[in-house]
């Protein structure tokens, strides 16, 4: 197929798919329909039953010592997520440890000694595609593993990423590695069943997802997702001699916000009428129960001492400003992503993005006998930055966040989870760990040989909704499938400016590299004045409108270093709106990867590119090669 043809076709299929919308069905009349209609939506504010179950523990592999390797199998299985209500039908990372649980159970392991996961598929099947397997409705009009033909039965595809982690490309969880229930397809990246952890990096909190092409988002609501904790020597001395809090007191918070029904399943809210596809992907998603590994609102009965906890923001579009409801109590900082921080720092606030880690010490040695409240003051709906009293865009995170929709409602999205202090249990001396205290080594000093200017542009598609783009300055937005422009020679250090010429904040991730943030500057950028709008091609039959910058998008005025806390090593970074966001990273490893924007909606609807560590040529024939061949194999699968 060309994609002269391919157009022509990509209209039709495009028009099949507009239907109109369907009036809303009241619980008397679907309980005197003849035919089932899904059950009616619960309210997040209306749910009684919050803060009276305890924190769920995810259960721990310990991968550290003489025990290197494990299976982990993704299982279908219901869980009593919502009091008073049926259980909840889930995916959920299982295995000979254990039953499947979401969150996943938490890996730990240890510096230096590579660790091998056998990953496996073990997903009910369905009668023929996807979207007949799929616990969840799935959008036929994006590119995805196995996208609308039927397939024989057993055809959920699956493919885990250890994010963060520095490892070989074979075991990075390509999008296009996926697999199905006992490997029966494949996907044209996948490699092999065993994935090999070096664990060559600094004790780290890194976390494992799917990472299916155009079902991460379906997936990991779903529940495939998990912790995965990497200690070191320089750790363990830190715990061994009370600086760091451990064991009990040291506790994972993987922080998700999801919609119920009134039969207590998970409800994905998709755009179904006017222009937009029967289950179409929707801009972004903002749940109104905010769940904490794996249960809404729930407490942890802590003593009054210091508490270490593995902030993970694992939301698919929420960027979280977390704060704690009594004025004597802080966060203080002890880690970043992907290593301790030089020293710790504190603050009132953790602003973290989906995607996002923080390895925070709460001190509660002064509240026995009280509660306190984890809230959340970013906004309701899409996050835009802050601004001061005075009205003005600072994104200054001592500032008041702001974003589109409605402030947090206090009685849901507002809440995340309360600390009830009792009395002293354990008789372990307290962490000692203070604002200022040494912990990490000093971050590598990195000398790059290049920068390079990449984007994100918000663009429209054909059925009139918004889409995403990254692209280049030099070759503008680009779809998923079209050639890759980000081609670095191994072993380079490179600057990467990420221009943000979106109206909403993006998480910009990056596989393979821990890199450091070197700071934040305004740029001069009016779309109307400084893009051409460009037509891409897509795979779906949806084709849509990106762009390219002529003019303008200049930085101006000073550089805004990377904040106090920002300053260890990461591996994704808000790039605020009309802002270029530059960090620095060495490249050392050859082999596919990618980057994309951590909002699971906008990385599965064209917010991902490819990044090619080799020989550093982005003229090579092989890439537009490579780049042909998805193109051919999406829409070949497409049946366009």
């Excluded at 199905?180 to 004790?203: C, I, P, S």
Aim: glycine share 8%.
């Amino acid at each position: 197929m060309n994609r002269r043809s391919f157009l022509k076709r990509g209209s039709a299929v495009s028009a099949a798919l507009v239907v109109p919308g369907a009036a809303v069905a009241t619980r008397a009349t679907r309980a005197s329909a003849q035919t089932p209609v899904p059950a009616a939506p619960l309210v997040g504010a209306n749910y009684t039953a919050k803060f009276t179950k305890p924190l769920p523990r995810p259960p721990r592999i310990n991968l550290s010592g003489l025990v290197t390797a494990t299976a982990i199998t993704a299982e279908q299985f219901s869980a009593q997520v919502l009091e008073g209500y049926p259980k909840t039908k889930l995916y959920g990372y299982g295995g000979p440890f254990g039953k499947p649980s979401w969150p996943g159970p938490t890996v730990v392991a240890m510096k230096n000694r590579t660790t091998r996961v056998l990953w496996r598929n073990n997903l009910p099947p369905g009668t023929g595609t996807v979207a007949d397997a799929h616990l969840l409705p799935v959008d036929k009009t994006l590119a995805q593993a196995m996208p609308t033909r039927a397939m024989p039965v057993g055809n959920i595809p699956t493919v885990p990423h250890l994010h963060g982690s520095h490892v070989e490309w074979e075991s990075d969880g390509h999008p296009e590695a996926w697999f199905t229930q006992n490997a029966t397809q494949r996907g044209g990246y996948w490699r092999k069943h065993l994935y090999e952890y070096e664990n060559t990096q600094r004790a780290a909190n890194l976390w494992y997802h799917d990472h299916s092409i155009g079902l991460t988002r379906l997936n990991v609501y779903a529940g495939l997702a998990g912790a995965y904790l990497l200690r070191d020597t320089r750790e363990r001395s830190l715990v061994h001699n009370y600086v760091l809090p451990a064991d009990e007191h040291e506790v994972e918070l993987i922080i998700q916000d999801r919609f119920f029904t009134d039969d207590g399943q998970l409800r994905l809210p998709t755009a179904t009428g006017g222009v937009n596809p029967v289950n179409g992907v929707s801009a972004s998603l903002f749940a109104d129960f905010m769940c904490v590994n794996g249960r809404p609102w729930p407490f942890l009965e802590v003593e009054p001492r210091k508490y270490r906890f593995r902030f993970v923001n694992g939301c698919d579009s929420r960027i979280l400003n977390l704060e704690l409801n009594d004025p004597n109590a802080s966060f203080l900082f002890v880690g970043t992503e992907l290593g301790l921080m030089r020293k710790a720092v504190e603050r009132k606030r953790v602003t973290i993005a989906p995607g996002e880690r923080y390895d925070v010490v709460i001190d509660f040695t002064g509240f026995a006998e009280k509660e306190i409240t984890m809230t959340n003051a970013g906004p309701g709906g899409v996050f835009v930055g802050f601004r001061n009293a005075a009205n003005q865009v600072t994104n200054n995170p001592n500032d008041t966040p702001f974003g589109f929709g409605a402030p947090p409602n206090p009685n849901s999205t507002g809440l995340i989870m309360r600390f009830k202090v009792g009395k002293r249990r354990s008789y372990l001396p307290n962490a000692s760990v203070v604002a200022g205290t040494t912990l990490g080594e000093p971050m590598d000093e990195l000398v790059a040989t290049k920068s390079r200017e990449v984007l994100a542009y918000q663009g429209r598609d054909d059925l009139g909704r918004a889409t995403e783009f990254l692209g280049s300055m030099e070759h503008g937005t680009a779809e998923w499938h079209e050639k890759p422009t980000e081609v670095v020679r191994t072993g380079d250090t490179e600057i990467w400016e990420f221009y943000n010429l979106s109206p909403v904040a993006h998480p910009v991730h990056i596989h393979l590299v821990d890199f450091q943030i070197i700071g934040r500057q305004p740029i001069d950028f009016l779309a109307a004045r400084d893009i051409v709008p460009t037509k891409h091609i897509t795979c779906s039959g949806v084709p849509a409108t990106g762009g390219r910058v002529k003019s303008g998008a200049t930085p101006i005025g000073v550089e805004r270093p990377a904040e106090e806390y920002e300053k260890g090593p990461k591996d994704t970074a808000i790039a605020y709106p009309n802002e270029v966001l530059r960090v620095v990273a060495k490249y050392d490893k050859p082999g596919q990867y990618i980057w994309h924007c951590h909002i699971l909606h906008h990385e599965d609807h064209a917010m991902m590119r490819p990044l090619i560590v080799g020989n550093g040529d982005p003229d090579d024939p092989a890439l537009q090669a490579q780049a042909d061949k998805r193109f051919e194999l999406y829409c070949n699968l497409a049946g366009l």
